[in-house]
């Protein structure tokens, strides 16, 4: 594996279907390895359903030794009940990364909507459409589960956002360069 080869573990965190997506890096290249579900609806239990998300999580890391993990953050709903599992479940995959040693982003659902369709308003149809046209996934590796695409999804925008150019001294904009160096940047 050279300096510029990567593999980055994507997931789209679910307390029924958690979806998750795997490619692998090559310079400005990025292709899909697989994408898959952990179906936890057999599981009566919510503390049984984070044990098995940490165990499945675990053994994807060991499988396919990714260097990041790219993580979708929860949607605020009206559900608090909701959310609160909908964390736990989150939590459970990052403690599994982190177990691992593997170095994590979250992005917020709009962001990644956003990086693969240019719409952080998108459908999961859409997002997976543009993901199978972008990586020129065949019919046959799709999958029923639109949670599989949204975990791709996440990996991939992992890629498309680590792989910008950044401003320097950190900064993610000029516009935010500026605000930072005031004491350097003359006329504006």
């Given at each position: 594996m050279d300096s510029t080869e990567r593999i980055i573990l994507g997931i789209d965190p679910g307390t029924n279907?958690?979806?998750?997506?795997?490619?692998?890096?090559?310079?400005?290249?990025?292709?899909?390895?697989?994408?898959?579900?952990i179906d936890l609806r057999k599981f009566a239990d919510h503390y049984l359903k984070l044990g098995h998300i940490f165990e499945r999580i675990t053994s994807i890391?060991?499988?396919?030794?990714?260097?990041?993990?790219?993580?979708?953050?929860?949607?605020?709903?009206?559900?608090?009940?909701?959310?609160?599992?909908?964390?736990?479940?989150?939590?459970?995959?990052?403690?599994?990364?982190i177990s691992r040693q593997v170095p994590i982003t979250e992005y917020a659902p709009m962001q990644i909507k956003m990086a693969i369709t240019g719409n952080g308003s998108a459908s999961k149809e859409q997002v997976a459409f543009m993901l199978r046209q972008?990586?020129?996934?065949?019919?046959?590796?799709?999958?029923?589960?639109?949670?599989?695409?949204?975990?791709?999804?996440?990996?991939?925008?992992?890629?498309?956002?680590?792989?910008?150019?950044?401003?320097a001294g950190g900064a993610?904009?000029?516009?935010?360069?500026?605000?930072?160096?005031?004491?350097?940047v003359h006329g504006l």
């Open positions: 279907i958690m979806g998750y997506g795997i490619i692998k890096v090559s310079g400005r290249k990025a292709e899909m390895v697989t994408m898959g579900v890391i060991e499988g396919y030794l990714p260097d990041e993990v790219a993580i979708e953050a929860p949607f605020f709903g009206k559900n608090v009940q909701s959310m609160l599992k909908l964390g736990r479940a989150q939590g459970v995959a990052m403690a599994a990364a972008m990586m020129k996934i065949p019919d046959e590796a799709m999958l029923p589960w639109l949670d599989a695409t949204d975990g791709l999804a996440a990996a991939y925008c992992h890629f498309i956002e680590s792989s910008r150019p950044t401003v993610k904009s000029w516009k935010d360069f500026v605000r930072k160096n005031k004491d350097k």
